[in-house]
Nanobody
Framework: QLQASGGGLVQPGGSLRLSCAAS????????IAWFRQAPGKEREGVSC????????YYTGSVRGRFTVSRDNVKNTVALQMNNLKPEDTAFYFC????????????????????WGQGTQVTVSS
């Protein structure tokens, strides 16, 4: 029900825009989040966006560089990634949750019910 796309290879300092397409309606998801996982590392929450109020929260390492936007007509959630760094290299997933969760838990992967297949982002010169 969720499919991430838009990954690729980019040089440090470059930008990429990922898109998460929700089948049906993105309004079915109370929260949509982006996660990433690098080889040998645990899955990390990147951002989470609430349907009600539209607030988005980011993990500290991407705050100020990454921005989430929603398009309820196209049923997509985009992750604009600027000033990319080699440490941003990872497989990126989007995830959705039907029921609202506390802000303090919204970057925790265990609370999400639905996961997309993901897309690879590689930042390298």
């Amino acid at each position: 029900q969720l499919q991430a796309s838009g990954g690729g290879l980019v040089q440090p300092g470059g930008s990429l825009r990922l898109s998460c397409a929700a089948s049906g309606s993105s309004l079915d998801y109370s929260v949509i989040a982006w996660f990433r996982q690098a080889p040998g590392k645990e899955r990390e929450g990147v951002s989470c966006t609430y349907r009600s109020g539209g607030n988005t929260y980011y993990t500290g390492s991407v705050r100020g560089r990454f921005t989430v936007s929603r398009d309820n007509v196209k049923n997509t959630v985009a992750l604009q990634m600027n000033n990319l760094k080699p440490e941003d290299t990872a497989f990126y997933f989007c995830a959705g949750r039907a029921v609202r969760v506390a802000v303090g838990s919204c970057l925790n992967s265990v609370v999400y019910d639905y996961w997309g297949q993901g897309t690879q982002v590689t930042v390298s010169s």
